[in-house]
């Protein structure tokens, strides 16, 4: 079974960073992908950031520039840097994953979802 586990969320003033963490356990063979989407409240959920296995990654054009998304494959882990924050960037942030088993299955995995609220 696999397993994404987010961390990092929580309230910071416009213009701070937080840290965003995403760890994946369980019978891993490889992550092909991992990715972070956010989902403010009353709009849909978007695509935020999204690095490959080979380190390539894309943004959303709203947070180029400003987020920054890093993966550590030693630990099964990504991360997304966010930085000049603001109220805008408010929402709950899922970390995505491909990933493929040691019985060569894949599956697409979700985290529970972290709260990121930038308020003065």
């Known amino acids: 079974q696999v397993q994404l586990v987010e961390s990092g969320g929580g309230l910071v003033q416009p213009g701070g960073s937080l840290r965003l963490s995403c760890a994946v356990s369980?019978?891993?063979?490889?992550?092909?992908?991992m990715g972070w989407y956010r989902q403010a409240p009353g709009k849909e959920r978007e695509l935020v950031a999204r690095?490959?296995?080979?380190?390539?990654?894309n943004y959303a054009d709203s947070v180029k520039g400003q987020f920054t998304i890093s993966r550590d494959n030693a630990k099964n882990t990504a991360y997304l840097q966010m930085n000049s924050l603001k109220p805008e960037d408010t929402a709950v942030y899922s970390c995505n994953a491909g990933v493929i088993s040691t019985v060569h299955l894949y599956f697409e995995r979700w985290g529970q979802g972290t709260l990121v609220t930038v308020s003065s």
């Open positions: 369980g019978s891993i063979f490889s992550i092909s992908y």
């Open positions: 690095i490959t296995s080979d380190g390539t990654t």
